[in-house]
């Protein structure tokens, strides 16, 4: 039996929309004629969603989002540790959730289910909505006898990850939209207020200031070109944005950002919180470690740190320890670095994970508020430096009218 996603019209002519299982498309049919329902269109769950992400591959619009993902997986895990049969549990979820996209999903995963699959096949049929980490943690609960725990830790480590990447945006969003923000009011002072107030100086015929010339000079520069201007940053953006397609120089690019100062530590500590994160729940788990490097791996964004992690993953299979290999590249903070290998030589190497990625996501949370402290009044400092020198170049000239009149 499988699940269906049809469009159907009732009795009065009006559309409906739904998921059903059936044997067949057939089968849907019947089924849904025995409602009074006329069928328009009908097709399986799994091919609707493949070609649903081809589609709209770069859609964001609907995507299930990590907290549905988390509040998904805990009811399973709370179903499944009540005794409830995974087919119930899984098809209670579908009946509870009140978005179609989820419960489509879901009543897609237990038709896997009742077909005899185990729940990792089942999710592999929805590989954009339950990343590899997902998959083999729960293939691994599967085999271990220990689904309803891994469901948990994996619900508890969606929460987390959804958190920690919060934060990081909502650390930059306060600058950036306040540098946005800076950019339009100094933008509109030089494009409509400075000449407003200079025509009156102009039309005297004097020598003006020099600073005041170069305001007036800007701003002509503002009004003639633009949006020309406009146009070259968005076309040198995408520019940017293609080049950075390529790995060579995204990894030279990333690499750079590791040798920044300030943004070379949040880059560091982000991608690290992440990788010992997810490593953490793959080994508690008693997913093989090798596989859980190559999929911890895989979350890191930076580059140079992921080529790190995939040579560490090379020694590890020769035999050398995790935390000496990983040290080997000098990406990873030192603190990390100890803390896995006393994990590894007190054989608690999935604790000494945890609180590697504890204290990680905790530094990060520090170094972001006192970054929040210190590049607010910067900005607006520099907002107020601005306006400032734009104020002072237009009141020169009044300091100076007698000499213009005569």
């Not at 770069?58 to 005794?83: E, K, M, N």
């Not at 999710?123 to 725990?149: K, M, N």
């Not at 950075?244 to 100062?261: C, E, V």
Request: aromatic share 6%; charged share 20%; with cysteine.
């Amino acid at each position: 039996m499988g699940a269906f996603e049809y469009t159907a019209l009732d009795a009065a002519g009006h559309s409906r929309k739904g998921v059903i299982e059936g044997d067949t498309a057939r089968h849907v049919r019947s089924l849904l004629r025995e409602r009074q329902l006329l069928p328009v269109t009908i097709e399986e769950v799994a091919a609707q969603e493949s070609r649903r992400q081809q589609r709209s591959s770069f859609s964001l619009l609907r995507r299930v989002s990590a907290a549905d993902l988390a509040l998904l997986t805990r009811q399973i895990a709370t179903l499944v540790r009540a005794g409830l049969p995974l087919e119930e549990a899984l098809l209670a979820v579908s009946q509870q959730t009140e978005k179609p996209r989820v419960q489509s999903i879901v009543l897609g995963v237990r038709a896997k289910v009742t077909e005899g699959h185990p729940l990792a096949s089942g999710l592999a049929e929805f590989p954009r909505v339950f990343p590899e980490i997902y998959r083999a943690t729960v293939s691994a609960g599967e085999q271990s006898g220990h689904l309803d725990i891994v469901l948990e830790r994996l619900a508890e480590y969606t929460e987390s990850r959804e958190q920690t990447s919060q934060k990081v945006m909502g650390a930059l969003l306060y600058p950036i939209v306040l540098t946005v923000m800076c950019f339009a009011i100094v933008s509109i002072l030089l494009a409509y207020v400075v000449p407003k107030v200079v025509e009156v100086f102009e039309s005297q015929h004097a020598q003006l200031p020099f600073a005041t010339r170069l305001l007036i000079g800007v701003s002509s520069l503002l009004r003639d070109y633009g949006i020309y201007l406009v146009a070259a940053l968005v076309l040198g953006g995408i520019a940017v944005g293609r080049a950075l397609r390529s790995p060579q120089i995204r990894r030279r690019w990333h690499l750079a950002l590791l040798r920044l100062p300030v943004v070379g530590r949040v880059v560091r500590g982000f991608n690290t919180a992440r990788f010992t994160r997810t490593l953490s729940i793959l080994t508690a788990s008693a997913v093989p470690v090798l596989d859980a490097l190559r999929i911890a791996g895989d979350v890191v964004t930076n580059l140079p740190m992921r080529d790190a992690v995939a040579e560490a993953a090379a020694r590890v299979r020769e035999g050398a320890p995790i935390g000496r290999s990983l040290a080997a590249s000098r990406l990873f903070p030192p603190m990390t670095i100890h803390l896995i290998s006393s994990g590894e030589s007190s054989g608690e190497l999935e604790s000494m994970l945890d609180r590697a990625a504890l204290n990680q996501e905790s530094e990060l949370e520090r170094l972001l508020g006192a970054l929040m402290g210190l590049l607010g009044p910067l900005l607006i400092v520099g907002m107020g430096l601005f306006v400032m020198g734009i104020v002072f170049a237009m009141l020169l000239p009044i300091f100076e009218i007698n000499a213009l009149i005569h």
